[in-house]
């Protein structure tokens, strides 16, 4: 049974960093390409970051380039996204997800497995 977990996620000032991990049961990440997305009340759930298969190549949304770094411990099957100088509109439940293959995807539609969410909250 796949499962993915995340944490990590919490209450923050703007201006602040947070480090969310993504931790996977009953699959590898070495074989799949690993998202992250975020949801807003209200909103549709939104691409931030990928990392592809090998960790060799990485995607950003633009509202988050520069701020945030996703990377991945092979030895832990645990992909992480730093999150770095923080913003209100930040503010989401963030989602990981994983879809086999060796390509970067962004749409939600193209990932398979998915975990419950983390909530990340920054005050202006």
């Known amino acids: 049974q796949v499962q993915l977990v995340e944490s990590g996620g919490g209450l923050v000032q703007a201006g602040d960093s947070l480090r969310l991990s993504c931790a996977a049961s009953g699959l590898t990440f070495n074989y799949y390409s690993v998202g992250w997305f975020h949801q807003a009340p209200g909103k549709e759930r939104e691409f931030v970051a990928a990392?592809?298969?090998?960790?060799?190549?990485?995607r950003y949304a633009d509202s988050v380039k520069g701020r945030f770094t996703i990377n991945r411990e092979s030895a832990k099957n645990t992909v992480y996204l730093q999150m770095d100088r923080l913003k209100p509109e930040d503010t989401a439940v963030y989602y990981c997800?994983?879809?086999?293959?060796?390509?970067?995807?962004?749409?939600?539609?193209?990932?398979?497995?998915w975990g419950q969410g983390t909530q990340v909250t920054v005050s202006s």
């Open positions: 997800a994983a879809a086999r293959t060796t390509v970067l995807v962004t749409a939600p539609a193209q990932y398979a497995y």
């Open positions: 990392i592809n298969w090998s960790g060799g190549a990485t």
